[in-house]
């Protein structure tokens, strides 16, 4: 700007003198041949000033379009290769996940819920104290904890032939404590790190540890608590193969056997001889109006060299009623259904007295109904029970009969990705033996997703 105001100056001030010299002057000093000479000269040095001028002002405008990313990096810049060098050309890169606070006030009719156990956290049907008519006593608590914060990585590929690669890892904090001072109230509320999710996907195929083919996620409610209708719902991660072609999709996937020993004699035995797949297949159908989808399961049961089959059925799904409204359900059972349901609410088997295997049949389900009352603030009702035959004969009666649970909900968002919630709810277990117990709860969250 400085050399055009120069510029300028310098063309006006030759003008100017040009224009104003004394005639007479010129006539004593020069002859007319020399005044046409220096007049020509003028005429060439403001032509050759007009053109510099020109040339300036193209280049200013250059400057002014072209984007700052688009200039070439300066010497010393912090990256000089992509984010991932040895990753496949076109590699697109991804994370996320979200920072979770839960704190609860809890109520328990008849005993209290073991300080950080599972049912101290979240909603654990199984956790709920029980005792026989009159003979419990009653326990309140307060619990806070940041454990559900969550984090994943994301690596998606698409090659010059059009196949699509993906990567993914998830974990979060619910993985109890890794030192002496670590995964207690006392110091530092220090928690490992927990794999949730790792897996790879070609095309249809996948290989890896995710939720199970047997599971619905996208059924599941919008509740404060971890999972909400627990008792209710299939609910399991684990290793597997699965395929998926249209609406169909199968897997092959990680088996383990519980058992409850000969008329609960003992603790529930885990067993690792199973020799056989659990066998999924999942048939959805996708709408405007939501999704409905059944799945299946077949499994084969073993202890040392004693086995035996059991299978289940689950239908679930949502519905959208209009857009501020929807219906999400889930109705599961079957035999053997056992570690599957409910946080593996029953036994999947019983050992006989002969020492037999023999599965036991399990159902449950739960519907909730979500409602937006603006874009900032939503609620949810929901309902879920299970029930679980066990014959006494072999079991005792000493196991869970049945567990239902309520809750209601308001989730307050008042910037995108930031959820205030508060849930109330009311939750009942009973024993074969008549024992029973119930428990309330308060439980607020704030959740930031990004």
Partial sequence: ???????????????????????????????????????????QEVGQMRAMLQQYQEREQRVVATPAMAEAPVAGSMQKTTIMPAANPGTRFSFGGFIKLDAMYTRTSDGAIADGSAGRL??????????????????????????????????DTTTEGGDKLKAYIEADMYGGGSNAFAGNEVITNTYAVTLRQAYVSWNGWLAG???????DVAA?????????????????????????RGPWSFSLENPQTTITPYLGAGARINSGDDTV???????????????????????QFKYDDRSETGGSLSVSGRYNFGS????????????????????????????????????LDGYGGFAAWRHSFSPKLRGNVVYSAAWLDNDM????????????????????????????????????????NGQEGDLNRLHTHVKYSF
């Fill in 220 to 244: 599941l409610p919008d509740t404060v608590d971890f999972t909400g209708p627990s008792e209710g719902t299939v609910f399991s991660r684990q290793a597997q193969l699965r395929y998926t």
């Fill in 122 to 155: 979240f909603y654990f049907p199984g956790a709920t104290p029980v005792a026989a008519d009159g003979n419990g006593r009653s326990a309140s608590y307060n619990d806070m904890h940041a454990q559900f914060s969550r984090f994943w990585f994301g690596v």
């Fill in 209 to 215: 540890q995710t939720w199970s083919n047997f599971q």
């Fill in 277 to 299: 797949p659990d066998l999924t297949a999942r048939w959805i159908k996708r709408g405007d109006w939501g999704h409905f989808t059944v799945g299946g399961l077949l499994r």
């Fill in 324 to 359: 501020n409204d929807d219906l999400r359900y889930m109705v599961s059972g079957g035999s053997g259904i056992g570690r599957y349901l409910g946080f593996a609410l029953g036994s999947d088997t019983v050992l006989g007295e002969d020492g037999r295997l023999q599965a």
């Fill in 393 to 432: 004969a072999l079991t005792g009666n000493l196991l869970t009969e049945r567990s239902q649970s309520w809750r209601v909900n308001l989730i307050y968002s008042p910037f995108p990705k930031l959820d205030l919630g508060a849930e109330l709810s009311h939750a009942e277990r009973r024993l074969d």
């Fill in 1 to 43: 700007m400085v050399f055009k105001r120069y510029l300028r100056a310098g063309v006006a001030t030759a003008m100017l003198a040009a224009a104003v010299m004394p005639a007479t002057v010129l006539a004593q000093a020069v002859s007319n041949e020399v005044l046409q000479a220096r007049m020509a000269e003028l005429e």
